[in-house]
C-alpha cells in the first residue's frame, strides 16, 4: 500500500499517513491527475474567491472553533460553496423526494479563520431520528466513517482551504441524506449534524442546531 512520506502540500495536520493508492498508476492516469490538480489550483486560488491553496493551511486554534457558528436546513435541492441566493427551507417530502441539508458555517471572531473543505465522510456526522428512533448509517458508509475515525485520511483531490471572514455566512456544499441513510419511510424525522474544520477526522467536532421535516407518502 503506498503511503507519503512527507505532507501533503497542505501541510495537513494529521498524525496518520494519508493513503493516496492502493494500485499501480498508468501513465494516462498520472497526467490526468496532475491536469486536474493545476487546474484545481488556478480555480481555488483565484483573486475573488473564498479558497486558498491547501498550503497556506495550518490548523484550526481551540479558539477558532469555539467561534464558528454552524446551521442546517432541510432542502429539496442541492446547494453548493458558492450558492448566493437564498435556500428555501423545505420541511415535508414525498418518500421518493431526495432530502438535502445546507450547512452554513458563520465566524463570529473579530479576525478571518481559515478552515479547511475536504470531504464529508471525513468532516460530517448527521445524527437523524425517525419517530424518536436513531438510524444508523449504510453499511458502506459506515465503513467510511470508521475507517476515517480509526486515523486513515484518503487524499482524492487537493483539499480546499475556504477564508471565513468576520461574519460573513459561507455555504459549504450540501449533504444527501439518502447518501448516509438510503430511503427515508415515512416518519417524522430530527436531525442535527456534528462537523470539525480540520481536513481529515480529528475528533474535534462543533454541532449544529437540531432541525426536523417529515416524511410523507
Given at each position: ?56 493551511f495550518t490548523g484550526v ?132 449534524l456534528k462537523r470539525t ?21
Amino acid at each position: 500500500m503506498a503511503r507519503v512520506s512527507g505532507r501533503w502540500p497542505g501541510q495537513l495536520r494529521r498524525s496518520t499517513p494519508l493513503i493516496v493508492s492502493e494500485q499501480p498508476m498508468s501513465k494516462r492516469s498520472i497526467v490526468n491527475l496532475i491536469t486536474a490538480g493545476l487546474i484545481g489550483l488556478v480555480i481555488v486560488s483565484g483573486p475573488d474567491s473564498p479558497f486558498t491553496f491547501a498550503q497556506q493551511f495550518t490548523g484550526v486554534s481551540p479558539e477558532q472553533r469555539r467561534a464558528i457558528q454552524l446551521s442546517i436546513s432541510s432542502n429539496g435541492t442541492p446547494s453548493y460553496a458558492f450558492t448566493r441566493k437564498p435556500i428555501s427551507v423545505q420541511s415535508t417530502f414525498k418518500w421518493s423526494e431526495p432530502v438535502y441539508v445546507s450547512i452554513v458555517m458563520t465566524n463570529t471572531a473579530t479576525e478571518l479563520v481559515r478552515v479547511c473543505e475536504f470531504s464529508e465522510y471525513q468532516q460530517d456526522r448527521p445524527q437523524l431520528t425517525r419517530d424518536g428512533e436513531v438510524l444508523g448509517y449504510l453499511e458502506n458508509v459506515t465503513g467510511a466513517v470508521r475507517h476515517a475515525d480509526n486515523g486513515t485520511c484518503e487524499v482524492t483531490m487537493p483539499p480546499h482551504i475556504v477564508d471565513l471572514k468576520p461574519n460573513v455566512p459561507f455555504r459549504i456544499p450540501a449533504i444527501k441524506l439518502q447518501d448516509w441513510y438510503g430511503p427515508l419511510r415515512r416518519g417524522h424525522y430530527t436531525l442535527s449534524l456534528k462537523r470539525t474544520f480540520s481536513c481529515c477526522a480529528d475528533g474535534q467536532w462543533n454541532s449544529t442546531n437540531t432541525i426536523s421535516f417529515d416524511i410523507t407518502p
